[in-house]
Structures are given as structure tokens and as C-alpha cells.
């Protein structure tokens, strides 16, 4: 086994595919294939399952990669203390659902960050997609929310796969509307108000189900109802249609405009809004940073921050 395989490893993980991990390294497909599969025999551990989907890690090749990620980076810091060379270029990937201030707290993270190079991802994807990339480790930790309505399905599906859900906030569920919605002057909105105007959400693909859901109420029945992809559309048709969707309430409009407002809407359920990572790998400092900047952000809007003694009991 040397450090060059390590490497390999790390970067089909990073990438999601060994084809586009190849083209990064700058070899071809078929020698990173065969690195993969002697290592695999040397160690005895199939690291990857392969399918005519894709590729994805094993449950041995999650431990395996957390030992190797610890390897590369105290290598790395051995190059640089006595060869003076330079530090790699900082990794860091985040999916999440679609919240402002996952990406407001991601813009912080990279301002901050000193380093002469960097290769981040922020994904803003669908439910279960979150999930997948975090147990196949393309992303070290997912944003998502729980509540009374999914928490069974989805927590047994984080359980299955070795996946932890750590709440950060308690969020009060709001509207968001355009500033010059017919609703907007309202202080509360009741759940009947909005029974005449389009509905929005965000489409979940292949796994549709209610319990995958970004917002609450879902099995309601709506008169208008528009499924989208990206925030930006959804924006856009809450201003031109005087669409809503139902989210935590937590807006930034630095980030997302001044058209668009958040109003508290009457229901006695809530959102448990989290992060979820793997039970086998620690996250790195730089992701171990970004949920620090995801708590400052939170705070500052007013939410309390669960603690993990709060967790615990």
C-alpha cells in the first residue's frame, strides 16, 4: 500500500466517479482501476461496490477511508514542516437542503479562509440525495430538517446507513412571500389564507415520497401547486405569481433580495433543522469550521443553538 494510492482513493471518494477522478489525477481510467483493485486485494477489503449505477463505498471501505484520510493529511504535514512545500489546496464538501443560510454560513467560510487554494462544494439538492452523499462520503455532512411527521422514515434511513443527525436549531415554520404579496402586512398567516395562491416546493426526483419533503404540511391538498428545482426559480415565481412556500424563516437578504419576506405562519408543528454525518469519520477542521459559522448565523437571528448536552438528554 503507498501514500499515491491513498490518494487515489480519496479522490474517487471526492469525486463520486473513477472517471472523473482519473481525468483529475491525469491518468487513465484503466490504471487507476487496476491501482484500486490491487490495493483492494492486498488489503483483503472490497473498498468500493461496483454496480451499472455508478460506484459506491462499502461499509469497510468507510472505515477504510477514514484511516486514509488521516494518513494523507499527516503525511501532508510532514511534507510541509521538513520539505517546505506548500499545503495542498483546502477540500470541503456540503449538501444541503435549500436554506439561506447554509450558503450564508458557506460564504463566511470561504472569506475566512486562508489558503492559497481551495476546492470546495456547496450542493443545494434533494432529501434523499443529501443522504446518498453522505454515506458514500462525497460530502462530509448534510443539512436537513426533522419533524413529527417524517423523523421515523427518515431517521431509520440515516440508522441503516450508519448516518448521525445532530440538531442544531428548533425553527418556528414560516411563509415566505414577495414584499407585495396580498398577505404580506400580516404579522401571522393562517394555514387557510394561502388556499388561493400557488403553492411552491422543491421537487424531489425519483424518491418523491411525502417524507423526503423540504417543506411541512406536505400531504396537504393545494388548489395551485409548483414543483422547482433551485431557489433562484423559486424566487423568482414567488415575486411573479404571489406564490409562498413554507420554510424555517431564516432569510438573509444580502443574499436572497429585499422582495422577498418571511412571515410566521400559525401551526403547532416545527422544524428540527440538523446536519448529518457519518458515525465512522470525524469531520475535518474545515467542515468542523463551516458547522461553527452555521451556529453563529443561526444565533444571530435568534434561534438557540442545541447543544450536544441538550442532545444527549
Known sequence: ??????????????????????????????SLSSAVK????EIGVDIFLRSSKGIALSNEGAEFLSYARQVVEQAELLEQKYMNKQPSRKLCSISTQHYAFAVQAFVSLLKDLNANEYECTLRETRTYEIIEDVRNMRS????????????????????????????????????????AHPLAAKPIIEIEDLDEFPCLAFEQGEYNSFYFSEEILSTRTHKKKILVSDRATLFNL???????????????QDLNGEQIKSVRLRTDDHMEIGYITSKKVNLSPLAATYVGKLKSIIADFGYPIISEEDELG
Open 1 to 30: 500500500m503507498t501514500l499515491q494510492q491513498l490518494k487515489y482513493i480519496l479522490t474517487i471518494v471526492r469525486c463520486g466517479s473513477i472517471s472523473e477522478a482519473a481525468k483529475q489525477l491525469f491518468i487513465s481510467q484503466p
Open 140 to 179: 462530509e455532512l448534510g443539512i436537513l430538517y426533522l419533524n413529527a411527521f417524517n423523523r421515523k422514515v427518515i431517521q431509520k434511513l440515516l440508522n441503516e446507513n450508519d448516518l448521525r443527525f445532530r440538531p442544531l436549531f428548533v425553527a418556528e415554520p414560516h411563509v415566505f412571500i414577495s414584499t
Open 38 to 41: 490491487e490495493m483492494e486485494q
Open 238 to 252: 414567488l415575486i411573479g405569481l404571489n406564490g409562498y412556500t413554507i420554510s424555517s424563516g431564516v432569510l438573509n
